[in-house]
């Protein structure tokens, strides 16, 4: 399983940008590269996922290099409300369906 | 209506006892998971199940059994619990897939906490 490897904790202050690195060296080659974005007392929720290059949807934007060996989720203009965990997640529903590493998580606190 | 759910939300009980937790989906998902997510928030995949059948099996005490008694339910029962159990379990299902990509949909959680 691919290992991946986070900040344990960033910093920000309302309407700034964030980036979040994951590094994960093992990647597979089937592996997709997923996020999801954790509050206090709920279980993670999907926030974006990426197999290479750059995906964006309503919430974020993940940037992927070519070597796949790490990975960038980007908030955008944070507010408050985005204080939460944020979990990188390699792996994929393969025929051992659901083999997936979750990272440690980064802990983002937004400031006002 | 609530996509994975879970009961109970909070389950408090003595070292030696035996408990279950119910997990519930109504997404029409073939995979479910177990995880455990200890006080450091470190997020642990236990067991995978799809189509009822047991796909991962985590490093895991054998205490802990799953049971899958169709596409929709995985329940998680614990023997002879311990101080070490306490943690907050959560339940996941995610569609089966032709390819590799997937989304994972978790359930609130279920605190237990063993005293």
């Known amino acids: 399983l691919a290992k991946t490897t986070q900040p344990i904790s960033m910093d920000s202050y309302e309407g700034q940008e964030v980036n979040i690195t994951c590094s994960h060296n093992?990647?597979?080659?089937?592996?997709?590269i997923t996020w999801y974005q954790q509050f206090p007392s709920q279980g993670p929720r999907f926030i974006i996922q990426?197999?290479?290059t750059k995906v964006t949807n309503e919430v974020a934007s993940l940037f992927i290099p070519a070597d796949r060996k790490s990975s960038t989720l980007s908030l955008p203009r944070v507010s408050l409300s985005d204080t939460a965990v944020y979990y990188c997640?390699?792996?994929?529903?393969?025929?051992?369906?659901?083999?997936?590493?979750f990272g440690d998580g980064t802990t983002l606190t937004v400031k006002p | 209506d609530t996509a994975v759910s879970q009961t109970p939300k909070y389950l408090v009980t003595q070292m030696g006892n035996d408990k279950s937790i119910k997990c519930e989906q109504n997404?029409?998902?073939?995979?479910m998971y177990w995880y455990k997510q200890d006080s450091k928030k470190f997020l642990k995949i236990m067991f995978s199940?799809?189509?009822?059948?047991?796909?991962i099996n985590e490093t895991v005490p054998n205490r802990f059994s799953p049971k899958s008694p169709d596409k929709a339910h995985l329940n998680l029962h614990i023997n002879s619990l311990e101080l070490g159990d306490s943690a907050v379990y959560f339940c996941?299902?995610?569609?089966?897939?032709?390819?590799?990509?997937?989304?994972?949909?978790f359930g609130p959680g279920t605190r237990l906490t063993v005293t």
């Open positions: 093992n990647i597979a080659t089937n592996d997709y």
């Open positions: 990426g197999y290479k």
């Open positions: 996941a299902s995610s569609p089966a897939s032709a390819g590799y990509k997937y989304e994972q949909y």
């Open positions: 997640l390699v792996g994929g529903h393969n025929t051992n369906a659901g083999k997936s590493t």
């Open positions: 997404l029409g998902h073939d995979t």
């Open positions: 199940y799809n189509n009822k059948e047991l796909i």
